[in-house]
Structures are given as structure tokens and as C-alpha cells.
């Protein structure tokens, strides 16, 4: 039986990660402007969070407001940046041009 001390992710290596938490794209994008699309497009911000699957009963509007610095998350601060795959995501879901967000 394995000692904890001989435990390889507890002497350095890194714990390998799942495909499912890679970025897929080129770092993070800003929030202000996935937000002034946003409120260009004309969707409710549950129609958005339909859209992007982050459901709850109904729309997840609390994900929305976070996501997009709206509202500040549990950690006490607002958004200012997400990666790239939200990004993209976003932007499809408010068939925004990624172009003018700069995506």
C-alpha cells in the first residue's frame, strides 16, 4: 500500500486534466464587450442563459449576470475577463459578430 508522501501528484507532478477544462482558444476575452453586445441584442438575460444551456428551473439569469460582470460572483469581485470558449459561446447565443468583440 502507497505512503501518501508517494503519492506523484503530492511530490510535484501535476494532476492531469480532463479535456473538458482546456481552454480552446487564445486566453481570455474582456466582459465589456460581450456586455455592450449583450444589451445590443435584445434578448432577456434568460432567453441568454436558455440559449446557453445554464438552466435551473428556468433561464439562469444569476449565471448571466455573473458571467458577464453584471453581478459580482462568490468571490466578491466582478468578472472582467472570460476565456475563450465562453466568449464564443456567448457570442453565438447572441449571434453576435466575433469580429467587433474581438474574438
Keep these: 500500500m502507497k505512503q501518501a508522501d508517494d503519492h506523484p501528484w503530492r511530490n510535484g507532478e501535476r494532476r492531469p486534466r480532463s479535456g ?3 481552454h480552446d482558444g487564445p486566453g481570455e476575452i474582456s466582459t465589456e464587450k460581450l456586455r ?3 444589451e445590443k441584442s435584445g434578448l432577456s438575460k434568460c432567453q441568454l442563459a436558455r440559449r ?4 435551473k428551473t428556468i ?3 444569476h449565471r448571466v449576470n455573473e458571467t ?3 453581478e ?3 468571490h466578491g469581485k466582478e468578472r472582467q ?3 475563450y470558449r465562453t ?4 457570442a453565438k447565443a447572441m449571434d453576435a459578430d466575433f469580429f467587433e468583440l474581438g474574438i
Aim: charged share 20%.
Design 52 to 55: 446557453l444551456g445554464w438552466l
Design 36 to 38: 455592450a453586445a449583450f
Design 81 to 83: 475577463r472570460v476565456t
Design 87 to 90: 466568449a464564443v459561446r456567448l
Design 59 to 61: 433561464g439562469n439569469v
Design 20 to 22: 473538458k477544462h482546456k
Design 72 to 74: 459580482k460572483a462568490s
Design 68 to 70: 458577464l460582470g453584471y
